[in-house]
């Protein structure tokens, strides 16, 4: 009997021989050099590993397909500008062997949804398109012509375009990601769910509505320089390696660190350039100057400790507020403080879980100094109130001038390396009205301003039959999103799933009636099209759009580009009541760029910008105290504590990564930093907390979440003791995903609160 859904979607429950150490204190080094080493020997062609490691970030160069962290705009590594998970990334991709007919023919979808999602990834390179025909147990090989008439079939005897349901993963490049958007408004809906809705939607929400652009405002240069920098729920080390370069030279030119986070992160604790002998022999720098272990989602409490603080010291002495910034650039001081004034200060650092010695340390450092920069990531995203945490930082720069100058601002780093861009170019299920009137000047065609499914609407879409089709540009869908079990069914409700894809993933095996697998270009390999080998386009962090060119020759013939495939899917689909010809963009990427050009603002004279090896910055308003909002000034905002109580049994539990893992990818089964080795199914928890559970280190341990009525479970994970603030817990993702509620969100973003879903630990005999 085939599996379920549900059972194909969740990770095994079984156990590969836990190991734990003491945790590190010193991250990179010489281990890191050792882990890179070790991960291009193992699944990578020797010859292929050192062109990509000189060719890496570099200028002319290929963008990493990790993270979305800025290159230098000057001097770049002469071995080499990238990290140890930068190296893992591209091992991934370039690994040195590819599966086809052959494997699939072997292998049946049940049998593959039984490895781990280590096991799956580590596969092989998919080497041509398959097709997996309803109610059969194995894929088979399918032509691309083919391929592309089943998905037009599919999408064209919907009874309406919005039916449909397409998603992007943050890899995809700027060109695909226009063409993609601009195919999906020409078929009628805007259904455009987009990994950025899984991380850092909350982020944009606030930033848009408190400054006037979703996007951070400082750059590398600034970052070097600042008088202090905040990082706030993220762990650099693993997640954004060469952040703590950046960190270093803040360091170096005199800048204070402030880390705040429930777990102590090693990378933010001390750091070893493996990139400098002198540093491997030292023994590496310092990082953080204080570190803040906040109580998972206490962190509006905490600043709003800092602002209460820094009132009563503004009231008392002056000269604290930028008081000729609020005046002259922000809106809504005279509320803010109104409301501020309702908290009493011993409350709210009573539920931030941090300690009046340690706030003194941080207010000590905000109160002296005016050039701030705050940088997040999750840990501030992912909690019902994530909007609120990022508003609430806002007003605490607000109130120091610390926006729209040098060495100051705001800093949401982000994860995929063009999910920022994609946003840029039209990814977007509620894009505004004056991008919709350009598609509609440039092309001929209206498209609907109706707002499409974001990732949660989505879900609920295919779960209730309200969608029918799901088209994947690229990521791991079923391992990203919340809820497994009832995200598994809503897909198995569809009566196609696609996947463009350049490796196997659990996506692949939880499928609609039918379903496709479309095997494309990596990164890392030249793109050969009609007008020769092409060139695409990758927006970062900071803004900054950058050119990259794959170097390795395709791994098969049988690849074809995101471009490409989008092209003739949308050929197949609109056919001759298409007003765009498709085909001409698949030939020649500089026809793309000269669209996005027309349509999206800040890409003039585009194709001649990007032959700049360091590529340019996109306008941004609060870079330059132009405040894009409807008052034309920056906004202070009210923010409430978060209102959740645990009972006596409960503990919030935050999903966080491994280190050998990025997003859904895993890399290894080692979390080397955190001393756990061999093992993701665990869960790190107090000591104390275990004590009165009267549980012992590696007990067996089932975890339960009650929300809204509804009981989910995760069973068999192994308890690992951990210096992490009482009533708090954190597992990996995906393993934990079952866990989080579908309908527990961020207000306004709807981002899956990920970060705070209370369970119950539960010994198993």
């Known amino acids: 009997m085939s599996k379920t859904p549900e059972e194909k979607a969740k990770t095994p429950e079984k156990f590969l021989g836990l190991k734990t150490s003491t945790p590190l204190k010193n991250s990179a080094g010489f281990a890191s050099i050792k882990s890179t080493l070790s991960q291009v020997t193992k699944y990578m062609k020797t010859s292929d590993a050192l062109k990509l490691s000189l060719k890496m970030n570099q200028k002319g ?45 072997k292998h049946s979808v049940d049998e593959l949804s039984a490895l781990s999602d280590f096991e799956i990834g580590k596969s092989g390179r998919l080497a041509e398109p398959m097709f997996l025909e309803e109610g059969a147990s194995h894929y088979v090989p399918i032509s691309w012509g083919k391929a592309f008439e089943k998905v037009g079939e599919h999408l064209n005897t919907l009874d ?26 020409e078929f009628g809906t805007a259904n455009l769910p987009d990994c950025s809705n899984m991380c850092h939607e909350a982020s944009g929400s606030a930033l848009s509505e408190t400054l006037g652009i979703g996007k951070g405002s400082v750059t590398l240069d600034d970052l070097y320089k600042a008088e202090v920098v905040m990082v706030i729920g993220q762990n650099p080390a693993t997640n954004h390696p060469r952040m703590l370069t950046a960190l270093e030279k803040c360091k170096k030119n005199g800048g204070k660190i402030i880390a705040v986070n429930p777990l102590p992160e090693v990378g933010l604790i001390k750091f070893t350039n493996p990139q400098k002998p002198l540093k491997l022999l030292t023994g590496g720098t310092a990082i953080s100057d204080v570190f803040v272990p906040v109580t998972i989602n206490g962190d509006v409490a905490f600043f709003k400790a800092i602002l209460l603080k820094l009132l009563e010291k503004e009231e008392k002495v002056g000269n604290v507020f930028d008081k000729d910034f ?27 879980g941090v300690t009046e010695a340690i706030f003194n340390e941080v207010f000590n450092l905000i109160l002296n100094n005016n050039n701030i920069i705050i940088c997040w990531a999750m840990g501030l995203t992912q909690h019902q109130n994530a909007v609120d945490n990022i508003r609430e930082l806002v007003n605490l720069l607000l109130l120091k001038g610390s926006i729209g100058k040098e060495r100051a601002g705001t800093c949401p780093v982000r994860g995929h390396s063009n999910v920022q861009g994609d946003r840029t170019v039209g990814i977007w299920e509620s894009a505004p009205q004056a991008f919709l009137d350009k598609i509609e000047t440039k092309y001929g065609f209206k498209p609907t301003t109706k707002h499409g499914y974001s990732v949660i609407d989505a879900i609920k879409a295919m779960y209730e039959k309200k969608a029918k089709v799901f088209f994947g540009l690229g990521g791991n869908f079923i391992s990203a999103v919340p809820d497994t079990s009832y995200a598994a069914q809503a897909l198995a409700n569809c009566n196609l799933t696609v996947h463009v894809s350049t490796k196997l993933n659990r996506s692949h095996l939880v499928t609609g009636k039918e379903a496709l697998i479309l095997p494309c270009l990596g990164r890392t390999e030249k793109d050969y099209q009609k007008t020769g080998i092409q060139t695409q386009s990758v927006e970062n962090s900071m803004g900054v759009v950058s050119s990259t060119k794959g170097v390795l020759e395709p791994c098969s013939d049988h690849l074809m580009s995101e471009v490409a495939v989008v092209c003739g899917i949308a050929n197949a689909t609109l056919k001759e009541r298409s007003k765009i010809n498709w085909l001409q963009y698949r030939d020649d990427y500089n026809l793309v760029r000269n669209d996005i050009e027309e349509v999206v603002d800040g890409f003039t004279d585009y194709n001649n910008r990007l032959k700049n090896p360091s590529g340019f910055y996109l306008p941004n308003g609060a870079r330059v105290r132009k405040f894009n909002t409807k008052s034309g000034k920056a906004n202070f905002s009210i923010n409430k504590l978060p209102n959740w109580k645990l009972k006596d049994n409960e503990l919030i539990m935050m999903t966080i990564r491994s280190h050998d893992q990025f997003n859904t990818t895993i890399y290894g089964l080692d979390d080397r930093y955190r001393g756990v080795f061999n093992e993701r199914r665990i869960i790190f928890m107090n000591h104390d907390d275990m004590k009165a559970r009267n549980l012992e280190e590696h007990q067996v341990v089932n975890l339960k979440s009650e929300y809204k009525g509804v009981l989910r479970q995760a069973n068999k994970f192994k308890v690992v003791g951990y210096d992490i603030p009482k009533n708090c817990c954190a ?19 709807k981002t899956p609160a990920s970060k705070s879903v209370i369970i119950t630990v539960e010994a198993v005999s």
């Open 61 to 105: 160069g290929f963008d990493c397909p990790g993270c979305a962290w800025p290159d230098p705009d000057d001097e770049r590594s002469n071995i080499g500008e990238y990290c140890e998970n930068g190296i893992k990334a591209i091992a991934e991709e370039a690994q040195n062997k590819t599966i086809g007919q052959d494997f699939f023919a």
């Open 160 to 185: 309406s375009p919005d039916e449909a349901v397409f998603y992007t993963s943050g890899r995809t490049t700027n060109e695909a990601a226009f063409l993609y958007q601009l195919f999906v408004r």
């Open 731 to 749: 597992t990996y993702f995906p393993e934990t995903n079952v866990l989080v509620p579908l309908d527990s969100f961020a207000h306004t973003a």
């Open 326 to 352: 609020i005046e002259n650039y922000t809106e809504g001081y005279d509320a803010f403080i109104s409301d501020l004034k309702t908290y009493n200060f011993e409350e709210c650092l009573e539920a931030s």
